[in-house]
């Protein structure tokens, strides 16, 4: 099960927090929550709680990272993944 949270606080750039497992069958709605924005992706994407990616999973991510969104927060096996320095409080 995936949790997708969007958040648009005042002043702040919005951002996207996933939670939970298995990426797949939620990756072009993920995919449509960056789309939706008229092309302009949100800023900052949220992983933290993010407990196993698939495949397709990574995929995405690593095509949301090329696109210029910020991961602010992830685990060091999704860091991994995307092969960047984990998030030392996780």
């Known amino acids: 099960m995936l949790r997708i949270t969007r958040s648009d606080q005042n ?8 939670e939970g ?3 797949e069958p939620w990756v072009e709605e993920v995919r449509q ?9 949100f800023p900052r994407l949220d ?8 495949g397709a999973g990574a995929r995405l991510l690593r095509e ?9 927060s992830c685990a060091p096996y999704v860091a991994e993944l995307l ?8």
């Open 11 to 18: 002043g702040a750039a919005p951002s996207i927090k996933l």
């Open 33 to 41: 929550l960056f789309v939706a924005t008229h092309g302009v992706p």
């Open 64 to 72: 949301l990272v090329m696109r210029g969104v910020h991961i602010e």
């Open 21 to 23: 497992k298995r990426l």
């Open 83 to 90: 092969n960047r320095a984990p998030d030392p409080n996780h």
């Open 47 to 54: 992983l933290a709680e993010l407990k196993f990616v698939d």
